[in-house]
C-alpha cells in the first residue's frame, strides 16, 4: 500500500514569494495534517483537514493557508515568504475519526533566501 | 512548563541493552500517546501507540503509560545500532486531531 507522498521534495524561494506544498494522504484516509519541523523548535501543528473543511489550526500566521481537495489530496500555501519559513514541511494522514494513528510522508524541504 | 516534555539526550547505550525513553505531558485529559523514529534528514515514523493505562508490547518495543502520573514511556530491548535516532514523543489533546510532539530524544546505541 502506498504511504503518504508530497511534493516537491526541496523547494527554494525567494522572500515575498508564495510557496504550493502539496501532499496526497494514504488510500482510505481523510484527515490530512501539516506539521512545520523547523530547527531547534521541533514539529508544530499547521493545519487539519478532513472531508474538505479545515478542522483546527495551529498558531501560525494567517499568510499559511491551504485547503483539501474532493479525492482528499491536500496543498499548503505560503504568502510573502520570510527567511524564518525555511523548514521541513509534513503532511500526515488517518482515518476518519481523528483520534486514530497518524503517518507522515516524507516532506518538502522549503528554503527561503 | 511545555506541553509535552522529553530529555533531549543524547541517551547512549551499548549495542544489546534496554534503551529507556520517556516523556511528561501537561494536559490531564490527553488521550492518545505516539512514539516515531526520525532518522536524521527523514520524516517520522511511527513505531507505537498507546491510549490506555498499562503496557503495550510490539516485537523489541514496549510503550507505558501510566495516565495519573502523566507520564509515557518506550523501553528497547536489545538495542540495535539501526535503532540510533531521534524518538519522539507525541500527545493528542482531549479534542482530537492534532498531536504535540516534545523535542525528541536522540538515541546512539554503540556497538
Known amino acids: 500500500e502506498a504511504g503518504v507522498t508530497q511534493s516537491p521534495t526541496h523547494l527554494i524561494k525567494t522572500r515575498g514569494q508564495q510557496a504550493t506544498l502539496r501532499c496526497s494522504p494514504i488510500?482510505?484516509?481523510?484527515?490530512v495534517y501539516w506539521y512545520q519541523q523547523a530547527l531547534g523548535l521541533g514539529l508544530q501543528f499547521l493545519l487539519w483537514?478532513?472531508?474538505?473543511?479545515?478542522?483546527n489550526r495551529g498558531n501560525f500566521p494567517p499568510r499559511f493557508s491551504g485547503r483539501q481537495f474532493p479525492n482528499y489530496s491536500s496543498e499548503l500555501n505560503v504568502n510573502a515568504l520570510e527567511l524564518e519559513d525555511s523548514a521541513l514541511y509534513l503532511c500526515?494522514?488517518?482515518?476518519?475519526?481523528?483520534?486514530?494513528?497518524?503517518?507522515f510522508g516524507p516532506g518538502t524541504r522549503l528554503t527561503v533566501t | 512548563q511545555k506541553e509535552v516534555e522529553q530529555n533531549s539526550g543524547p541517551l547512549s547505550v551499548p549495542e544489546g541493552a534496554i534503551a529507556s525513553l520517556n516523556c511528561t505531558y501537561s494536559?490531564?485529559?490527553?488521550?492518545?500517546f505516539f512514539w516515531y523514529r526520525q532518522y536524521s534528514g527523514k520524516s517520522p515514523e511511527l513505531i507505537m501507540f498507546i491510549y490506555s493505562n498499562g503496557d503495550k508490547e510490539d516485537g523489541r518495543f514496549t510503550a507505558q503509560l501510566n495516565k495519573a502520573s502523566q507520564y509515557v514511556s518506550l523501553l528497547i530491548r536489545d538495542s540495535q545500532p539501526s535503532d540510533s535516532a531521534t524518538y519522539l514523543c507525541a500527545v493528542r489533546g482531549r479534542w482530537g486531531g492534532k498531536l504535540i510532539f516534545g523535542q525528541g530524544t536522540e538515541l546512539s546505541v554503540k556497538p
Open positions: 494536559d490531564r485529559g490527553s488521550q492518545s
Open positions: 488510500s482510505g484516509h481523510t484527515s
Open positions: 500526515a494522514s488517518s482515518l476518519p475519526t481523528g483520534d486514530s494513528e497518524q503517518y
Open positions: 483537514y478532513d472531508e474538505g473543511e479545515e478542522r
